[in-house]
């Protein structure tokens, strides 16, 4: 987005979606109070959300397209002000999560990002990028971390979830930060929102070997995969090519130990280090 002005820096989505709800509140002579109360939402979080502080869900932007009458405006600013804050082929992936209704994944390289610690994430951002300013891996791991709002929704999307054991045995960021990396799935296992599988060395015919693979459901849509490569991603929507993946996700799930058993070597690994 641009300002449309000399020597102006670009706009923000986020930028653009704070301009335009405070024009149209204040155009409407609507106090925050009175505005937050209509909304359904607390003064102080609407607060935060006309001073960038905060990002609302994407239920409210919805109701602001309705209230307003303007259909897809906030919508589309809140897509945008999702997705800005990453790479541009992954950003398609970061609102196919904050749409969903359940998201599945194999995973044989690393934690996914949903279930990642800080530290975690933070020393894998850093691990392949030694020329980068720390402020730019700062920024990338807070936004990787942002994701996991989601999680913390009223309604928040379901999880199923299957890691290659290899991914837990490899201590990223040396041992401290592996331990409460695992310590981290043991908790997220115990949520009735997620369900958290290992597949082990042990399986001999395991499939998945292709790479990682993920799949959203949604409620009013059919089910998109998504697969992603060394910097690249690739949104799938033909639904014969979803229902390849979702096949093969079948099959990795059917190999995989049981959410107890998972549990019970996550602990075993965490004993280890």
């Known amino acids: 987005m641009s300002t449309g002005e000399p020597g102006a820096g670009p706009v923000t989505f986020r930028a653009a979606?704070?301009?335009?709800?405070?024009?149209?509140?204040?155009?409407?002579?609507?106090?925050?109070?009175?505005?937050?109360?209509?909304?359904?939402?607390?003064?102080?979080?609407?607060?935060k959300y006309?001073?960038?502080?905060?990002?609302?869900?994407?239920?409210?932007?919805?109701?602001?397209?309705?209230?307003?009458?303007c259909p897809g405006t906030f919508e589309r600013l809140y897509d945008?002000?999702?997705?800005?804050?990453?790479?541009?082929?992954?950003?398609?992936?970061?609102l196919l999560e904050d749409k969903a209704a359940c998201i599945h994944e194999w995973e044989l390289r690393g934690i996914?990002?949903?279930?990642?610690?800080?530290?975690?994430?933070?020393?894998?951002?850093?691990?392949?990028?030694?020329y980068d300013a720390r402020e730019e891996l700062d920024r990338d791991t807070a936004a990787r971390i942002e994701r996991q709002n989601i999680l913390m929704?009223?309604?928040?999307?379901?999880?199923?979830?299957?890691?290659?054991?290899g991914v837990l045995r490899q201590a990223v960021g040396g041992v401290r930060v592996m331990r409460e990396q695992l310590g981290h799935l043991l908790s997220l296992a115990e949520t009735q929102r997620?369900?958290?599988?290992?597949?082990?060395?042990?399986?001999?015919?395991?499939?998945?070997?292709?790479g990682p693979a993920a799949l959203f459901d949604f409620d009013d849509s059919p089910p998109v995969a998504y697969l992603e490569g060394w910097g690249s991603g690739r949104v799938i929507k033909d639904q014969r090519e979803v229902a390849v993946i979702a096949t093969a996700l079948s099959m990795i799930k059917g190999c995989a130990l049981s959410p107890i058993d998972s549990a019970q070597l996550i602990t075993e690994i965490r004993s280890e280090l």
Do not use: N
Request: proline share 8%.
């Open 17 to 47: 979606f704070i301009e335009e709800l405070r024009a149209r509140r204040t155009q409407m002579g609507l106090l925050q109070r009175e505005f937050a109360e209509k909304a359904h939402v607390s003064l102080s979080s609407y607060k």
């Open 112 to 130: 996914p990002g949903l279930l990642q610690t800080r530290s975690y994430a933070s020393a894998v951002i850093r691990a392949c990028r030694p």
């Open 80 to 94: 945008g002000m999702v997705a800005e804050s990453y790479p541009s082929w992954f950003g398609p992936r970061v």
């Open 153 to 165: 929704r009223r309604d928040p999307p379901r999880l199923w979830v299957v890691l290659a054991e």
């Open 194 to 210: 997620i369900v958290l599988q290992v597949l082990p060395f042990a399986v001999s015919d395991a499939p998945g070997v292709d």
């Open 50 to 69: 006309e001073q960038g502080k905060k990002k609302p869900e994407r239920k409210f932007a919805t109701w602001c397209d309705s209230f307003y009458g």
